[in-house]
């Protein structure tokens, strides 16, 4: 095409036919031509003599010449023959290279598929062992020259004969420890400078693999009709080795050679830390042991990214994507295996200590991913303590019942109001990062909530009773509303004679909230005069604030420079 395009653009069309540069032209198109498929077509004429090679020692196996097994052996050996053809290549022969390493596959993979699935002449552990040595002798080949183009063409093959083979035969056990294998070898390749852009392809074809292999054994009514039995082992090391293989290189990588953490590492670690651990959960079946096992080797993978990014990537001034990596999956897994090992009151309790003494040493250390961390400990430990849910009983729910808090809601409560001290007692500090800002405007909404739920519950409960008349029961939803607009003035009183913004900044949040109570309670349940004395307090509330504010307004200039508390 580029030899055509050429010849119609140098010669103009009312010149071709008939002149001397038409007939120069037309020759040189016809020599490119020629010239270009003189390299292509011997190209194609050896790689179908290839072909037919294989089918010569078919042919040959059929008619009794030679021992299936002898047979087989030596397609086999025929088409390594191929791949070392291909590597034999220069460099700069790309097409070449790839023509033989194709013809390589193509006597391989068929041979190996039929002598599993239909002749049945090898197992399927020696059909996976056959695919997995086929992919590593290729990323082996491709060492010296730098051909990753005959390591991506082997490896590719070899997983999806792989994958194949292991939905034909329904043996999942060998199959999938080969899939690890390659994953395995391809990582390996990676940590020693030679990166494939495969690594993606064969790390889904593991978590595939690992993921049937779980499902299909952790099925209450056992395995499917048809499929190969499987040992109780297999499935455990299967789902450890996804882990381990790519822990093991994404750490080489980023630590000891100094490669930032890429997309493909980030995601891979979650997939496998989903699949290897909550398999392992799933075929535990509850049993104490195994979980705690499992719970223990989480928390220690957490410490250890925990001791990475602060101790190592850290003291080395490396605060980019490694050390925010680290530290995440540091602050996930403790996560994940305190609610492993702990449940209730304990639960709360680690959380809370875990919370303070996050922001406690990142307020003393300056470190704002430690104040980050302490500030998610205290939130999680609000919800999974059921405090956040009992607070919002109190401010939303209809009703006058009062339900007294857990121990392990009153561990949440005491961190949440202790956590926010902190940041109230911290020293002042110049202009402030919104990262900083934020994390103390989530400290406070934490503890206001808190605190302005269970106060509203108090009232309402205080005014119950057996014996409460229906009079006083009709003003229970103003006693809400009046509670809510207290706290939203107290917050704007407070925020602007202590120069706290994020009290400021809480108010009209709370007002919002104030307003959704007023319309999906008092206007929709209420009587009139209780109706009247809601819309007043409200109301007032919103001439008052804007009043209060202005303080702060008027402050703003000399507030500025001196900040507010820190964290």
Known sequence: MSSLEQFVGSVPPERVEGTAEAAGARSRLTESWLGDSANVLPMLGKALLGIAGAYLLRALTEFKVFPLDVGVAMGMLYALGWSVLAARTAPEERATAAAHATTSVLILMPLVWEATVRFHAISCWTASAILFLYSAFGLLLSWRKFLSLLASITVTAGVLTSLALLIATYNLAPF???????????????????????????ACAADMA??????????????????????????????????VIYLSSTTVR???????????????????????????????????????????????????????SFAFLERAGKHD????????????????ASQLLVSGIALALVLSILALVCL??????GRMTLKWHGTLYLLADSVVSGLAAWAAARLLRTGVSWIPLTPAASTAAAAAILGYGLAWQSPR??????????????LAANCAWIVTGASVGALAALCSGPGTPAQLVAFFPTFRTAALTAWCLLMAWSGTKWRRFEAVWLVYPFMALAAYKLAMEDLLHGQTLPLFASLFLFGGALILL????????????????NGSASV
Request: charged fraction near 10%; hydrophobic fraction near 50%.
């Open 176 to 202: 999938t420890l080969g899939l690890l294998a390659t994953a395995a070898a391809v990582e390996l390749a990676a940590c020693l400078g030679h990166p494939l852009g495969l690594r993606w392809f064969v």
């Open 210 to 243: 690992v993921l049937l292999l779980t499902y299909v054994l952790s099925r209450p009514e056992g395995l499917p009709e048809g499929y190969a039995a499987i040992p109780g082992g297999i499935a455990l090391a299967a789902q450890m080795s996804l882990l």
């Open 254 to 308: 980023t630590l000891f050679q100094g490669f930032r953490v890429t997309a493909f590492e980030t995601m891979q670690w979650m997939i496998a830390f989903l699949i290897s651990l909550g398999g392992a959960l799933s075929l535990a079946h509850g049993k104490v042991a195994a979980v705690s096992a499992i719970s223990v080797f989480s928390l220690i993978c957490g410490a250890a990214c925990y001791v990475i």
């Open 321 to 336: 994507r490694n050390f925010y990596t680290y530290a995440t999956f540091g602050l996930l897994l403790v996560f994940a």
């Open 360 to 365: 406690r040493t990142g307020r003393e250390s």
């Open 429 to 442: 500090v110049g202009s402030w990062p919104w990262p900083r800002k934020f994390v103390v405007l989530l």
């Open 546 to 561: 804007p009043r209060i504010l202005q303080t702060s307004r008027r402050d703003k200039g000399r507030a500025e420079p």
